[in-house]
Protein backbone atom coordinates (compact mmCIF):
# COMPACT_ATOMS: atom_id res chain seq x y z
CA UNK A 1 0.00 0.00 0.00
CA UNK A 2 2.63 3.08 -1.00
CA UNK A 3 0.69 5.86 -0.91
CA UNK A 4 1.92 8.87 -2.69
CA UNK A 5 2.16 11.54 0.29
CA UNK A 6 5.53 13.89 0.30
CA UNK A 7 7.01 16.43 1.70
CA UNK A 8 9.53 18.99 0.12
CA UNK A 9 9.86 15.72 -2.53
CA UNK A 10 10.50 13.34 -0.19
CA UNK A 11 7.94 10.22 0.58
CA UNK A 12 5.71 10.53 3.27
CA UNK A 13 4.64 7.16 5.03
CA UNK A 14 1.57 7.57 7.76
CA UNK A 15 1.34 4.43 10.11
CA UNK A 16 -1.92 4.27 11.84
CA UNK A 17 -2.26 1.99 14.91
CA UNK A 18 -5.00 -1.25 14.26
CA UNK A 19 -4.70 -2.49 17.85
CA UNK A 20 -4.39 0.11 20.40
CA UNK A 21 -5.94 -0.30 23.52
CA UNK A 22 -9.43 2.02 24.06
CA UNK A 23 -8.31 4.08 26.70
CA UNK A 24 -4.50 4.72 28.53
CA UNK A 25 -1.19 5.81 27.06
CA UNK A 26 -0.97 4.15 23.56
CA UNK A 27 1.08 5.42 20.34
CA UNK A 28 -1.68 6.19 17.58
CA UNK A 29 0.07 6.89 14.75
CA UNK A 30 3.74 7.45 13.29
CA UNK A 31 5.12 9.35 10.03
CA UNK A 32 8.37 7.37 8.37
CA UNK A 33 10.65 9.36 5.92
CA UNK A 34 12.28 6.71 3.60
CA UNK A 35 14.26 9.13 1.84
CA UNK A 36 15.98 9.80 4.88
CA UNK A 37 17.36 6.96 5.70
CA UNK A 38 13.70 5.25 7.34
CA UNK A 39 14.03 8.42 10.38
CA UNK A 40 10.47 8.32 12.49
CA UNK A 41 9.63 12.18 11.91
CA UNK A 42 6.94 11.99 14.39
CA UNK A 43 4.44 9.92 16.59
CA UNK A 44 1.60 10.35 18.02
CA UNK A 45 0.41 9.48 21.46
CA UNK A 46 -2.48 9.01 23.71
CA UNK A 47 -1.73 10.84 27.30
CA UNK A 48 -3.73 9.28 30.44
CA UNK A 49 -5.79 12.60 29.92
CA UNK A 50 -7.07 11.28 26.70
CA UNK A 51 -5.45 13.88 25.10
CA UNK A 52 -3.21 12.84 22.18
CA UNK A 53 0.34 14.59 22.01
CA UNK A 54 3.26 14.74 19.68
CA UNK A 55 5.65 11.99 20.93
CA UNK A 56 8.69 13.61 18.84
CA UNK A 57 10.12 16.67 19.22
CA UNK A 58 10.09 17.79 15.57
CA UNK A 59 8.99 20.54 13.25
CA UNK A 60 5.46 20.47 10.97
CA UNK A 61 6.21 18.37 8.49
CA UNK A 62 6.98 21.85 5.58
CA UNK A 63 9.42 23.10 8.44
CA UNK A 64 11.50 19.38 8.38
CA UNK A 65 10.92 19.66 4.49
CA UNK A 66 13.30 22.66 4.38
CA UNK A 67 15.69 21.56 7.11
CA UNK A 68 16.21 18.27 4.92
CA UNK A 69 16.92 20.08 1.97
CA UNK A 70 20.68 18.14 1.25
CA UNK A 71 22.16 22.10 1.54
CA UNK A 72 25.15 23.04 2.91
CA UNK A 73 23.31 23.26 6.46
CA UNK A 74 22.20 19.41 5.51
CA UNK A 75 25.90 18.32 4.72
CA UNK A 76 25.45 14.25 4.79
CA UNK A 77 22.42 14.72 6.10
CA UNK A 78 22.99 15.56 9.16
CA UNK A 79 19.61 17.60 10.25
CA UNK A 80 18.08 14.58 10.39
CA UNK A 81 19.24 14.05 13.89
CA UNK A 82 18.50 17.01 14.48
CA UNK A 83 14.59 16.31 15.56
CA UNK A 84 12.82 13.01 15.19
CA UNK A 85 13.98 9.99 15.15
CA UNK A 86 17.41 9.09 12.85
CA UNK A 87 18.60 5.77 12.52
CA UNK A 88 21.97 5.42 12.60
CA UNK A 89 24.51 2.90 10.51
CA UNK A 90 27.41 1.70 10.22
CA UNK A 91 28.05 3.21 13.11
CA UNK A 92 26.79 5.45 15.80
CA UNK A 93 28.00 8.43 17.54
CA UNK A 94 31.46 9.97 17.08
CA UNK A 95 34.22 8.68 15.08
CA UNK A 96 37.76 11.08 15.35
CA UNK A 97 40.51 11.10 12.19
CA UNK A 98 42.55 13.60 10.88
CA UNK A 99 41.11 16.36 8.43
CA UNK A 100 41.91 16.59 5.17
CA UNK A 101 42.79 19.94 3.95
CA UNK A 102 39.96 21.38 1.32
CA UNK A 103 37.50 19.04 2.05
CA UNK A 104 34.70 18.14 4.59
CA UNK A 105 36.31 14.91 5.32
CA UNK A 106 38.34 12.56 8.11
CA UNK A 107 40.77 10.16 7.16
CA UNK A 108 41.21 6.70 9.48
CA UNK A 109 40.96 3.94 10.41
CA UNK A 110 38.24 1.53 10.65
CA UNK A 111 38.83 -2.43 11.42
CA UNK A 112 42.28 -2.50 9.64
CA UNK A 113 41.08 0.09 6.87
CA UNK A 114 42.08 3.41 5.82
CA UNK A 115 38.80 5.18 4.71
CA UNK A 116 37.32 8.70 4.54
CA UNK A 117 34.35 9.85 6.35
CA UNK A 118 32.27 13.06 6.41
CA UNK A 119 33.81 15.28 8.82
CA UNK A 120 29.80 16.72 9.86
CA UNK A 121 30.01 17.29 13.21
CA UNK A 122 32.46 19.21 16.08
CA UNK A 123 32.71 20.95 18.79
CA UNK A 124 31.59 24.54 18.37
CA UNK A 125 33.81 26.28 20.32
CA UNK A 126 36.93 27.76 18.03
CA UNK A 127 39.55 25.21 17.68
CA UNK A 128 37.05 22.48 17.75
CA UNK A 129 37.74 19.31 16.74
CA UNK A 130 35.35 18.32 14.30
CA UNK A 131 34.87 14.28 13.24
CA UNK A 132 32.27 11.89 11.23
CA UNK A 133 28.89 11.55 12.96
CA UNK A 134 26.30 8.98 13.54
CA UNK A 135 26.67 7.06 10.57
CA UNK A 136 26.06 7.23 6.68
CA UNK A 137 22.59 6.58 5.80
CA UNK A 138 21.05 9.86 7.00
CA UNK A 139 20.28 11.11 3.74
CA UNK A 140 19.81 7.44 2.08
CA UNK A 141 16.89 6.85 -0.37
CA UNK A 142 15.95 3.59 0.81
CA UNK A 143 13.55 1.55 -1.18
CA UNK A 144 9.92 0.91 0.83
CA UNK A 145 6.65 -0.99 0.85
CA UNK A 146 3.41 -0.84 2.94
CA UNK A 147 1.81 -3.95 3.41
CA UNK A 148 -0.70 -2.48 6.24
CA UNK A 149 -1.39 0.59 8.05
CA UNK A 150 0.57 -0.19 10.76
CA UNK A 151 3.94 -1.24 9.34
CA UNK A 152 6.56 -0.32 6.42
CA UNK A 153 9.26 -2.19 5.33
CA UNK A 154 12.61 -0.60 3.61
CA UNK A 155 15.29 -2.08 1.99
CA UNK A 156 19.20 -0.23 1.12
CA UNK A 157 21.45 -2.18 -0.99
CA UNK A 158 24.59 -0.18 0.62
CA UNK A 159 27.18 -2.02 -0.74
CA UNK A 160 30.37 0.11 0.81
CA UNK A 161 28.54 3.08 1.54
CA UNK A 162 29.88 4.89 -1.59
CA UNK A 163 33.42 3.63 -1.05
CA UNK A 164 33.89 5.35 2.59
CA UNK A 165 33.05 1.49 4.14
CA UNK A 166 34.80 -1.52 4.50
CA UNK A 167 32.35 -4.52 2.96
CA UNK A 168 29.34 -4.47 1.73
CA UNK A 169 26.00 -4.24 3.51
CA UNK A 170 22.46 -4.74 2.59
CA UNK A 171 19.98 -3.09 5.38
CA UNK A 172 16.31 -3.98 6.12
CA UNK A 173 14.17 -1.62 7.71
CA UNK A 174 10.72 -2.24 9.77
CA UNK A 175 8.61 0.35 11.51
CA UNK A 176 5.20 -1.03 13.62
CA UNK A 177 2.60 -0.31 15.91
CA UNK A 178 1.26 -2.76 17.57
CA UNK A 179 -0.36 -3.24 21.14
CA UNK A 180 0.03 0.18 21.60
CA UNK A 181 3.87 0.33 21.30
CA UNK A 182 6.18 1.59 18.53
CA UNK A 183 8.84 -0.74 17.50
CA UNK A 184 11.69 -0.55 15.11
CA UNK A 185 13.73 -3.58 13.62
CA UNK A 186 16.87 -2.90 11.54
CA UNK A 187 19.02 -5.92 10.89
CA UNK A 188 22.52 -5.87 8.41
CA UNK A 189 23.16 -8.26 6.18
CA UNK A 190 26.91 -8.83 5.06
CA UNK A 191 26.71 -9.63 1.61
CA UNK A 192 30.41 -9.14 0.72
CA UNK A 193 33.73 -11.53 0.88
CA UNK A 194 35.32 -10.08 4.16
CA UNK A 195 34.51 -8.96 7.42
CA UNK A 196 32.15 -6.40 8.23
CA UNK A 197 31.97 -3.48 10.87
CA UNK A 198 28.56 -2.71 11.51
CA UNK A 199 27.14 -0.43 14.81
CA UNK A 200 23.56 0.69 14.61
CA UNK A 201 21.39 2.88 16.70
CA UNK A 202 18.28 4.95 16.97
CA UNK A 203 18.02 8.83 18.10
CA UNK A 204 14.71 9.65 19.46
CA UNK A 205 14.24 13.22 20.48
CA UNK A 206 11.11 12.53 23.20
CA UNK A 207 9.56 15.54 24.39
CA UNK A 208 8.27 16.11 27.83
CA UNK A 209 4.42 16.50 27.54
CA UNK A 210 4.70 19.09 30.45
CA UNK A 211 7.42 20.72 28.91
CA UNK A 212 8.82 20.80 32.82
CA UNK A 213 12.19 19.16 32.20
CA UNK A 214 13.42 19.59 36.06
CA UNK A 215 10.95 17.21 37.12
CA UNK A 216 11.57 14.95 34.60
CA UNK A 217 13.10 11.71 35.81
CA UNK A 218 15.56 9.17 33.98
CA UNK A 219 15.79 5.79 34.55
CA UNK A 220 19.07 3.82 32.83
CA UNK A 221 20.10 0.20 32.69
CA UNK A 222 23.62 1.56 32.78
CA UNK A 223 26.19 1.15 35.51
CA UNK A 224 28.91 2.96 33.91
CA UNK A 225 29.35 5.77 31.68
CA UNK A 226 32.48 6.85 29.39
CA UNK A 227 34.17 10.16 30.37
CA UNK A 228 34.41 12.56 28.04
CA UNK A 229 36.91 15.49 27.65
CA UNK A 230 33.95 18.24 27.44
CA UNK A 231 30.49 19.10 26.75
CA UNK A 232 31.45 20.81 23.47
CA UNK A 233 33.42 18.13 21.54
CA UNK A 234 32.14 15.39 23.90
CA UNK A 235 35.40 13.41 22.67
CA UNK A 236 35.71 9.79 24.98
CA UNK A 237 39.14 9.95 26.83
CA UNK A 238 38.89 6.25 26.90
CA UNK A 239 38.22 5.73 30.99
CA UNK A 240 34.81 4.58 32.43
CA UNK A 241 33.85 4.98 35.25
CA UNK A 242 31.22 3.28 37.61
CA UNK A 243 28.13 5.84 38.43
CA UNK A 244 26.53 4.05 41.54
CA UNK A 245 26.02 6.06 44.37
CA UNK A 246 27.19 9.67 42.11
CA UNK A 247 25.61 12.06 39.91
CA UNK A 248 25.24 10.19 36.86
CA UNK A 249 23.05 6.91 38.88
CA UNK A 250 20.03 6.83 37.61
CA UNK A 251 19.34 3.39 38.66
CA UNK A 252 17.29 3.62 41.91
CA UNK A 253 13.51 2.03 41.04
CA UNK A 254 11.13 5.12 39.38
CA UNK A 255 14.42 7.11 38.22
CA UNK A 256 15.59 10.26 39.78
CA UNK A 257 14.74 13.78 38.57
CA UNK A 258 16.98 15.72 35.83
CA UNK A 259 16.78 19.03 37.87
CA UNK A 260 19.76 21.48 36.19
CA UNK A 261 22.03 18.36 34.91
CA UNK A 262 23.28 18.67 31.76
CA UNK A 263 23.67 15.33 29.67
CA UNK A 264 25.55 14.17 26.85
CA UNK A 265 26.67 10.97 28.29
CA UNK A 266 27.24 7.28 27.00
CA UNK A 267 26.66 4.77 29.61
CA UNK A 268 27.28 0.87 29.00
CA UNK A 269 27.41 -1.96 31.38
CA UNK A 270 24.03 -2.17 30.87
CA UNK A 271 21.68 -4.46 32.89
CA UNK A 272 18.72 -4.16 31.54
CA UNK A 273 15.48 -4.34 33.09
CA UNK A 274 12.18 -6.41 32.59
CA UNK A 275 11.75 -7.18 28.76
CA UNK A 276 15.07 -5.71 28.07
CA UNK A 277 14.26 -2.32 29.23
CA UNK A 278 17.41 -0.08 29.01
CA UNK A 279 15.64 3.30 29.72
CA UNK A 280 12.61 5.06 31.25
CA UNK A 281 11.51 8.62 31.15
CA UNK A 282 8.47 9.88 33.38
CA UNK A 283 7.16 12.72 33.16
CA UNK A 284 5.41 13.29 36.60
CA UNK A 285 3.63 16.62 35.76
CA UNK A 286 1.72 15.04 33.12
CA UNK A 287 1.56 11.19 34.59
CA UNK A 288 3.22 9.97 31.57
CA UNK A 289 5.94 7.35 31.51
CA UNK A 290 8.04 6.09 28.39
CA UNK A 291 9.39 2.91 28.33
CA UNK A 292 12.56 2.18 26.09
CA UNK A 293 13.42 -1.54 25.55
CA UNK A 294 15.92 -4.03 23.38
CA UNK A 295 16.35 -7.42 23.27
CA UNK A 296 19.39 -7.27 21.30
CA UNK A 297 22.56 -8.03 22.89
CA UNK A 298 24.56 -6.13 20.44
CA UNK A 299 23.03 -3.05 21.75
CA UNK A 300 25.58 -2.13 24.56
CA UNK A 301 25.40 1.30 25.30
CA UNK A 302 22.93 4.25 25.61
CA UNK A 303 23.69 7.98 24.94
CA UNK A 304 21.56 9.92 26.57
CA UNK A 305 21.31 13.58 25.78
CA UNK A 306 19.39 16.11 27.77
CA UNK A 307 20.31 19.73 27.86
CA UNK A 308 18.61 21.73 30.64
CA UNK A 309 17.25 24.09 28.51
CA UNK A 310 14.86 22.06 26.50
CA UNK A 311 11.69 19.49 27.26
CA UNK A 312 13.55 16.97 25.72
CA UNK A 313 15.35 13.65 26.42
CA UNK A 314 16.96 11.93 23.75
CA UNK A 315 17.19 8.22 24.34
CA UNK A 316 19.67 6.34 21.51
CA UNK A 317 20.35 2.51 22.15
CA UNK A 318 23.48 1.10 19.85
CA UNK A 319 25.89 -0.96 19.72
CA UNK A 320 29.25 0.56 19.99
CA UNK A 321 30.64 3.45 22.61
CA UNK A 322 31.64 6.51 20.69
CA UNK A 323 35.03 6.60 18.44
CA UNK A 324 34.93 2.71 18.94
CA UNK A 325 38.41 2.43 17.15
CA UNK A 326 39.93 5.02 18.37
CA UNK A 327 43.25 4.26 19.91
CA UNK A 328 42.60 5.78 23.30
CA UNK A 329 40.48 2.78 24.11
CA UNK A 330 43.43 0.66 24.29
CA UNK A 331 41.57 -2.24 22.57
CA UNK A 332 38.88 -2.71 24.89
CA UNK A 333 35.58 -4.39 22.80
CA UNK A 334 33.81 -1.13 22.17
CA UNK A 335 30.54 -3.26 20.74
CA UNK A 336 30.77 -2.60 17.04
CA UNK A 337 29.75 -5.88 15.43
CA UNK A 338 32.32 -7.67 12.89
CA UNK A 339 29.94 -9.60 10.81
CA UNK A 340 31.18 -12.38 8.67
CA UNK A 341 30.62 -13.32 4.86
CA UNK A 342 26.96 -14.29 4.93
CA UNK A 343 26.47 -13.11 8.27
CA UNK A 344 23.70 -10.37 9.91
CA UNK A 345 23.10 -8.51 12.89
CA UNK A 346 20.08 -7.34 14.15
CA UNK A 347 19.13 -4.06 16.19
CA UNK A 348 15.22 -4.35 17.87
CA UNK A 349 14.08 -1.14 20.24
CA UNK A 350 10.30 -0.85 20.89
CA UNK A 351 8.98 2.03 23.53
CA UNK A 352 5.73 2.01 25.21
CA UNK A 353 3.73 4.26 26.99
CA UNK A 354 2.13 3.95 30.69
CA UNK A 355 0.39 6.24 33.51
CA UNK A 356 2.52 7.03 35.96
CA UNK A 357 1.61 4.54 39.05
CA UNK A 358 0.56 1.46 36.40
CA UNK A 359 2.92 -0.52 35.11
Not at 178 to 203: I, Q
Not at 261 to 267: A, E, I, N
Not at 340 to 350: F, K, Q
Request: net charge negative.
Amino acid sequence: MAGDLQIGGLPLVRLHAMDAPADGPAFLEAMVLPGRGMMLLQARLRLPSGEAVDALASPDPDAAARKLDGGPEDFAGDNSFSFGGAILAPYANRIRGRALAGSREIETTVAGRTVRLPRNWGGQAPGAEQYAMHGLILDAQVAWTQGAPNRVSGRLDAGDFGGRWPGRAVLTFDWRLEGGGLSLGVTAENVGDEALPMGLGWHPYFALPSGDRRQARLWTAGHARALVNNYDEVLPTGAVEAVAGGAYDFSAPGGRALGDLYLDDCFNDLARGDGGTVAEVRDPASGLGLRVASPSSQVRALQVYAPPDRGVVVIEPQFNLADPFGPEWGGRDTGMALIPPDGRVSYDVRVTAFALGNR
